[in-house]
Structures are given as C-alpha cells and as structure tokens.
C-alpha cells in the first residue's frame, strides 16, 4: 500500500511545521492533529488549497488519537513539552502519548510511524525529561514495532528557541551567560534537515525499524556557539561561565511563571540537558545514510538571528 495521507502530531510546533512543510511539497495530503487548531492554522498555508487539513486532538485522550490517525498510511508523531505544567506532564505527554499514538497506529493498521525524540533519549536517565524520552520510545516500541526514530541534537531554525534565546540575551544584557566552563559539545542541526529527514523516511520502507541521529556538519561546544552567536549579531560579550547548580536553581524560579500560562526562558530540566554531551554517536545512521546534507548554522543563522544586531536587521556596520 502507497502513502497517501499523513497524520502529524504536534503540527503547530516549531519542529512539527517544518515537517508537515516538507511532507506537502512532497503531495501527500496531510492532517495536522492538535490540542489548539487555532495555533496551526499559519501552517494550512504550506500547501495546496485542502491539502492540510487540522483537526483537534489531545494525545492524552486516546479516542482522539484514533480519529485523528484513521485513514492515514503514515503518522508523525513531533508532539513534547520542555517543561512540566498542570495535567502536561512528561509521563502523560511524551510516554503515554506516545504510546496512545503507537497503539492507534497498530489498531488502524497504520504503515508507517516516524517518532521525534532526541539525542541522549536515556530510560535510566535519573533526569526526568530525558527519562520520559527514552520511556517513550521504549512504549512506541512496544505497540508498534516498525517505528523510526529520529533523534535531533538541539534543533535551529527560524523560531528556534535556544540561539533566539541566546542572541536575545546578549543584545539586552551585559554578558552571555553559559552553563559551566562551556565545555559540554553540541551538533545543532537545522529543522529544514530535520524535516526533510522525515520526509525521506517515509519515502524509504527500509528504514522502518531504525533510529537515525541527526545532527549538524558540526560539532561545538556551547562556548563556541556563544562566539558564533556573538559574531553573527556582531556584539562584543563577556562570555561567563555559571555553575550548572546556580543555573537550575534559576531555571526553577524561571519556571514559575508557567503558572501564569507563560513559556519560561529556562528549565532546570533544560540546564541539565545543556550538561551533557549532545552529538550524533560514532557510526550511528544520520542524515547522509538519507542522503541529506546537513545545513551549517553559519549559513542559517545569520538569516534570522540578524534582528538582534545594533540598529535591527538592516545596519550592516554598527558593533558594541
Ligand atoms: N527543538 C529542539 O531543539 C529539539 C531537539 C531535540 C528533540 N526535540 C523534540 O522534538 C519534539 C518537538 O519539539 P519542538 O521544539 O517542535 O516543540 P514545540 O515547538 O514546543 O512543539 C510541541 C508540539 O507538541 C504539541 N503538544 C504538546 N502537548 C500535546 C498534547 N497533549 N496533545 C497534542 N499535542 C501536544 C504542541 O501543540 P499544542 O501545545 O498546541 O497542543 C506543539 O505542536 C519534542 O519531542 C522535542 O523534545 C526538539
């Protein structure tokens, strides 16, 4: 059986639009599956007239699930939370979400299931986010055995959330603060590469039951990210080192303000991510097995990050 619709899960996110993006130009008919239809409608304008359809879901109810992945040959699941808030919990969201969407897919017959994890996904991870990722893959497993992964180092883009972050802080404050001596390493990988990877997996039956990790043509580490930002804005920093303990200590208080239905600048869970080495593992199937080159952040983000300069986007000349 060919693949004529696709369900995206999490459709509205910074990944997940990226991915439907890539999925229309490939004609598949697509159907975005989220909790706030009004968040996704920007995303019906990547394709033809009627060819992204959004229809509301909460991964958390798998009767919602089931209709969203009815009639679908293929099913993406791009859904997660950085942080924990109300009944969005990592258990209810990445594990047992995951899992509801793998055993609709088994149940609907489903041909293919592509899950976005991400590099480091670890079950005895004593980290509870990076717990929950590598819990998750494990249930998907379980329900539906022919499932891909793809495993993202950290993702940049357009909306990215960490080299916006970064290039947003160095243009207000006195100093670019990173976690540490800086000395953890990286492979930013562009969500353009992310997106296209999962189009080609679908495009490749034999690559059902495998993991890819994707990561960028290099590898950093977050000292030399805070350089490259620092240069791309063309604003002199100190760069200063933070003790990993002070920085989650202050991602808990950031955190706080999700009470308020605010997105917070920093988690304790994303300190601790940014502790540990986040690159593609010797010989592990990557973007060139999909016959993917990966995009260098060099040549992305001075397309977007270039907002943060002295004198906004169009002052080519002006340094502090
Ligand atoms: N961004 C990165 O650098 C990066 C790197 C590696 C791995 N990843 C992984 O890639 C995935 C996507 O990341 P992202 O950066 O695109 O995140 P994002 O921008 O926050 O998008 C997350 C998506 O999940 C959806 N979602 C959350 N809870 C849901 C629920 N209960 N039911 C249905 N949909 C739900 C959100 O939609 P609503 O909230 O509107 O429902 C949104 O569409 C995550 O699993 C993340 O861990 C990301």
């Known amino acids: 059986m060919s693949i004529e619709q696709v369900t995206v899960f999490g459709g509205s996110g910074f990944i997940g639009r990226a991915i439907v993006q ?7 008919q697509i159907r975005v599956a989220v909790r706030r239809t009004e968040l996704a409608e920007p995303v019906t304008t990547s394709g033809d007239v009627g060819q992204i359809m959004l229809m509301r879901s909460n991964i958390r109810m798998p009767q919602s699930v089931a209709v969203a992945v009815a009639g679908s040959q293929a099913v993406v699941n791009a859904t997660g939370i950085p942080f924990q808030r109300g009944r969005q919990r990592y258990q209810s969201v990445h594990v047992d979400g995951a899992r509801n969407i793998a055993a609709a897919c088994k149940a609907a017959g489903v041909e293919r299931l592509v899950h976005i994890s991400g590099i480091g996904a ?6 509870p986010f990076i717990r929950s990722k590598g819990q998750a893959e494990q249930a998907v497993v379980a329900e539906f055995e022919q499932a891909t992964f793809l495993r ?4 940049f883009g357009h909306d990215d959330q960490i080299f916006n972050r970064m290039a947003g802080i160095a243009a207000k404050a006195p100093f670019l603060p990173i976690v540490g001596s800086g000395k953890v390493r990286v492979q930013p990988v562009f969500v353009g590469d992310v997106s296209a990877a999962a189009a080609a997996v679908l495009a490749k039956p034999e690559t059902a039951k495998s993991v890819f990790e994707l990561g960028g043509p290099l590898i950093y580490t977050y000292r030399e990210l805070a350089e490259l930002v620092l240069r791309t804005i063309d604003r002199r920093r100190p760069i200063i080192g933070i003790p990993a303990e002070l920085m989650k200590i202050a991602g808990f208080f950031a955190q706080q303000i999700a009470l308020f239905g605010l997105r917070p600048p920093l988690t304790a869970d994303q300190v601790e991510l940014m502790c540990h080495d986040n690159v593609v593992r010797a010989g592990a199937p990557s973007l060139d097995s999909l016959g993917i080159q990966p995009t260098a952040a060099e040549v992305i983000l001075p397309t977007y ?5 002295i004198g906004g986007r169009y002052n080519q000349h002006a340094s502090a």
Not at 22 to 28: I, K
Not at 122 to 127: A, K, Q
């Open 22 to 28: 890539a999925l229309a130009r490939q004609g598949y």
């Open 152 to 155: 993202p180092s950290v993702v």
């Open 122 to 127: 670890d079950r005895e991870s004593g980290n």
């Open 305 to 309: 990050l270039d907002r943060f300069r």
